[in-house]
């Protein structure tokens, strides 16, 4: 049987570099390699410099965490280039595994440029991961369907904040970037002097930040896959025990959360749950996979924060957690994640 040749696209021009290039990594050592002929494709920082290289040569490269808050590369720039997706299109690719994270790769760029040179790539399409990724456009489309949203408060650099005070009440509050993923530049505010911090390391990755109301309760995803008939996985409840939210040490360091799947929470409620993320995953317009996070208002009512339309994808991430509890391997869920952008 033919392999399918895959280019597994990973790093880029985002502050979520170093987990994009782990997320890659472990799909490129995870795919079949009886079924697959795998091309890694490493994006410097600068996003300038595409790189190929052999699987071999990618996986005996040093942990990419040990690069994060450097200014360094993991790939050497000796390494062959690709001079533009064209290139990529003319080795007769089948398919592009998008395993990139944040801006330039999670956000419809990549894929409008894959669109573009008529190359399958897997997950969303260009105006799902447009609309994921900004949460302001998100929560529009949402509130415009009557899903569950955090009461909100857009403040642009530059703005006065004390609107945000007059909307929102009582602190504490919640603040982030309004386009970013994986908690970058997000805190939660306590007092009102603490606000302006808050803000000024959110604008670090946007001109925009969002000021929500703190919502204190039980924390779970929900994992989809699929296209017309999107799978609903189980619930994974997150309980950080680094920090006080599911922050991005909780999420990337060994012991940060506690993750159980599935949730600690009624049959009915879980049920509720997943058809909300399942209605958010058509409302946005989601194919192949994508997470949809929420918190439960005191304990009982479902509020949507976000939806990662890329989300982790190493074999201790949250969807391929959950997939395993119902007997899909990370190796069948990448099968799975492939077989769906070819269709």
């Known amino acids: 049987m033919k392999k399918i040749k895959v280019a597994v696209l990973m790093g880029g021009k985002t502050p979520e570099h170093e987990i994009s290039l782990v997320t890659g990594r472990e799909v ?90 008529g190359i399958p790539y897997t997950g969303p399409g260009v105006l799902a991961s447009a609309l994921g990724m900004d949460k302001i456009m998100f929560r529009k489309v949402l509130a415009s369907e009557e899903i569950p949203i955090p009461s909100y408060v857009i403040v642009e650099k530059g703005q006065a904040v004390g609107r945000a005070f007059k909307a929102l009440g009582k602190l504490p509050y919640f603040v982030k970037p309004h386009n970013q993923g994986s908690s970058v530049g997000a805190s939660i505010v306590r007092t009102k002097k603490d606000l302006p911090k808050a803000l000024d390391l959110a604008y670090k990755f946007s001109k925009t930040a969002l000021v929500d109301e703190y919502i204190k309760g039980i ?83 479902p509020v949507v924060l976000e939806i990662n339309t890329i989300p982790g994808l190493t074999p201790m991430s949250l969807v391929p957690k959950a997939a395993k509890v119902v007997g899909i391997s990370y190796s069948q869920l990448l099968d799975k994640i492939i077989s769906y952008a070819l269709n």
């Open 28 to 117: 490129v050592r995870n795919l079949n390699k009886s079924k697959y002929k795998v091309l890694p494709v490493v994006i410097s920082r600068t996003g300038e410099r595409w790189q190929s290289l052999v699987p071999g040569k990618l996986l005996s490269l040093p942990d990419p965490l040990t690069i994060r808050g450097t200014k360094k590369d993991l790939v050497s720039p000796k390494e062959k280039e690709i001079q533009s997706v064209g290139q990529l299109a003319q080795d007769k690719l089948d398919v592009v595994f998008i395993a990139m994270h944040g801006p330039y790769g999670e956000d419809g760029t990549v894929q409008g440029m894959l669109e573009l040179a």
């Open 219 to 301: 924390e779970v995803t929900c994992g989809v896959i699929g296209n017309k008939n999107p799978r609903l996985l189980p619930l994974v409840e997150i309980v950080p025990k680094k920090s006080e939210f599911f922050d991005y040490e909780s999420k990337y360091t060994e012991s940060g959360a506690e993750e159980i799947v599935p949730a600690r929470i009624s049959t009915r409620l879980t049920k509720k749950v997943q058809k909300m993320a399942l209605d958010v995953y058509k409302v946005i317009g989601c194919r192949g996979f994508s997470r949809v996070d929420f918190i439960l208002r005191n304990k009982r009512h």
